[in-house]
């Protein structure tokens, strides 16, 4: 069982940056696959940036240029490094957790969320 915990949301303003962090929880945090979403009122949650355990990286088309994802496996810690933040970003955003165990079976977890603001 991977627990997430996400910290780094709050107020900003546009053209402001913000910078989230998740910490995971185990021992196994280096074979993860990690990735963060968001979800604004009466939407969906989608997916706004990805780090597989090799490191290769992809974004959604609307955060390509701004936004930063990356991992530090000695701190079992993913970062969103968010630039140039519109109002259009406001939304609680989400760690996700993808791996699997020695076992061979998978687990798919979520963090409880961070509420990310951006006034124009």
């Known amino acids: 069982q991977v627990q997430l915990v996400e910290s780094g949301g709050g107020l900003a303003q546009a053209g402001g940056s913000l910078r989230l962090s998740c910490v995971a929880s185990?021992?196994?945090?280096?074979?993860?696959?990690m990735a963060w979403y968001r979800q604004a009122p009466g939407n969906q949650r989608d997916l706004v940036a990805a780090i597989t355990s090799g490191g290769s990286t992809n974004y959604a088309d609307s955060v390509k240029g701004r936004f930063t994802i990356s991992r530090d496996n000695t701190k079992n810690t993913v970062y969103l490094q968010m630039n140039s933040l519109k109002p259009e970003d406001t939304a609680v955003y989400y760690c996700n957790a993808k791996g699997q165990y020695y076992s061979g079976n998978y687990y798919n977890a979520w963090g409880q969320g961070t509420q990310v603001t951006v006034s124009s």
């Open positions: 185990g021992s196994m945090f280096s074979r993860n696959d």
